[in-house]
């Protein structure tokens, strides 16, 4: 446009210098146009976060005693709450890695007689409910018609497991043979178990049972040649049908079963046992799959309502007067069990939201240590911020400046959080286990532990970033105007963080120390 417009004006006879001076006249500013054009066709939003970041990563290189402090503050106070956090989604929320897990209810019996007693931390307590029902009772249930399929699982525990000649303390569980149909597992290799493994005398190939993946690797290698393989348990021979997937480690998080035998093969193994007919002994922990759209509140109520008739269906032999009468009082309750149900959570449940309590305690220290770090660092750079107000930076460009550089810490403290938590749980988990009862727990990133972290990661920006930007522009505002050299508002906003810190610590360790005494 410009050499346009100046051809015109020669032609009209105008000196080559002169229509140039008059072209560039006519036209106005051309770097206010390429600047205009610029905005229009670029996102001058990111490109100034962009610039931020920049800035930010550079200062931050450039203090880096302050930084190593504040990543090392962040990780730990991160880390510990993503650790136990991660710890109690395994137990009580991560569903299982089973088909359509949410039509998946576990059965118990509630309003059981006083005189019911379980056992919780090795001490005998009041039952709230009958997690165990006599077989007898388990074929009850499976007529039910709102089920798809009823399984269960008669006991787990360390057996003696014989292969090749070598002995091996093994995890083995007893399960029905309804257990992996209905659970839809796909097997790594072989078949798993089926209804037709588990028949009153066995079936006429002999007892099979299925290995873990991880059993497979220990035990055999890998090789192909594990099925069809002979074991025995106990004495009982066994032929390893198949291998499960190394996801699936049953429906009760914290074990992990390295063998699955069918239930009936009890009748082998403890011949003197005769728990078919037994009505009086706790035999299965049963669990159902719902048909497609079955509403489980309307399952609930119907099961309930057959309560009496199936109950004295089983009625054991020779109970009478007030034990019937707290027998038939009983009621079949079902619970979702998408992920499962284990009895690690009547033991550290209640220890692992004190716990997490205590780390979120921790991090709050943590976070109001850094916010104090933060002011500390703005009070030395307030003459840059004053120095930068003056030239014409408006005070909500350097506070966003500021809090970008907070963010960045905040993130990469959360990663190094991140790589922390999976040590500190695999360090908790050790500690819980014991010589006879190993804890299997997957304290593994799913997308329930990373929005718990983000929110972490959200609420420290609020405290250690906001605030220290608030006041750090306030303070340069007020010494660019006032000619002030300390900001009597930033002083007392460090000493109020201060005597949290002391008091949430304080509090802290009265606690821990409450806790160590409960424990003794």
């Known amino acids: ?35 205009t054009l610029s905005a229009q066709w670029s996102f001058p939003a990111l490109e100034s976060l962009w610039r931020d970041i ?8 450039k203090d880096k005693v302050f930084t190593i402090v504040a990543l090392v503050t962040l990780a730990l106070g991160i880390g510990a709450n993503t650790a136990v956090f991660s710890l109690l989604n395994s137990l009580l929320w991560r569903s299982l890695p089973v088909r359509e897990p949410q039509q998946l209810v576990r059965l118990r019996l509630t309003n059981v007689p006083p005189t019911d007693r379980a056992w919780v931390n ?8 009958r997690r165990r029902v006599p077989f007898p009772f388990y074929q009850e249930l499976e007529k039910h018609p709102d089920f798809q399929a009823v399984f269960g699982a008669a006991g787990q525990g360390p057996f003696v497991v014989d292969s090749a000649g070598e002995a091996y303390k093994l995890e083995a569980a007893s399960v029905t043979g309804t257990y992996f149909p209905a659970l839809g597992v796909e097997p790594v290799a072989g078949r798993l178990l089926t209804p037709d493994d588990d028949i009153a ?7 099979g049972a299925v290995i873990s993946e991880s059993a497979w690797t220990r035990l055999f290698h890998r090789s192909p040649a594990a099925i069809g393989a002979q074991i025995s348990i106990e004495r009982t021979p066994f032929t390893i049908i198949g291998v499960a997937p190394r996801t699936f480690t049953g429906v009760n998080p914290g074990s992990a079963p390295d063998v699955w035998m069918p239930a009936s093969a009890f009748e082998t193994m403890f011949p ?8 009086d002994m706790g035999f299965i922990e049963p669990m159902a799959r719902l048909k497609p759209g079955v509403d489980l509140n309307q399952a609930r109520d119907r099961l309930a309502a057959l309560s009496v008739p199936m109950l004295r269906a089983v009625k054991p032999d020779g109970i009478s007067g007030q034990a019937e009468k707290h027998y038939l009082a009983m009621k079949i309750d079902m619970v979702p069990a998408s992920s499962g149900y284990s009895y690690l959570v009547d033991i550290f449940r209640p220890a692992l939201w004190t716990l997490l309590a205590a780390v979120g305690a921790v ?29 014409g930076a408006s005070s909500g460009r350097i506070r966003r400046q500021l ?8 993130m ?11 040590w500190l749980a695999a360090a908790l988990v050790r500690g819980a286990s014991r010589d006879t009862t190993r804890i299997h727990l997957d304290a593994s990133l799913d997308l329930t532990v990373l929005a718990f972290t983000g929110a972490l990661l959200a609420a420290v920006v609020l405290i250690a970033g906001c605030i220290p930007a608030w006041s750090a522009v306030r303070g340069a505002i007020g010494e660019h105007a006032r000619g002030v050299t300390a900001s009597k508002l930033a002083t007392r906003l460090r000493g109020g963080l201060i005597v949290l810190q002391v008091g949430l610590s304080l509090a802290l360790l009265i606690a821990a120390g409450l806790l160590i005494a409960s424990l003794r």
């Open 201 to 207: 005398g066995g079936p006429s190939t002999g007892w």
């Open 363 to 391: 991090l709050l220290i943590a976070a109001t240590n850094l916010t104090n770090l933060i002011l500390a660092r703005a009070t030395a750079r307030r003459k840059e911020i004053a120095i930068r107000l003056a030239i």
């Open 412 to 422: 990469a403290g959360a990663g190094a959080g991140v790589v922390c938590a999976r």
């Open 122 to 129: 090795g001490r005998a307590v009041t039952a709230k409910e």
């Open 1 to 35: 446009h410009l050499a346009l417009k100046q051809q015109q004006l020669e032609a009209e006879g105008v000196e080559p210098a002169e229509a140039a001076r008059r072209a560039r006249l006519a036209l106005g500013n051309a770097t206010l146009y390429q600047e």
């Open 403 to 410: 809090i970008v550089e907070s963010s960045l810490l905040a």
């Open 272 to 279: 003197k046992w005769s728990w078919r007919a037994n009505r």
């Open 54 to 61: 920049v800035f930010g990563l550079r200062m931050l290189r």
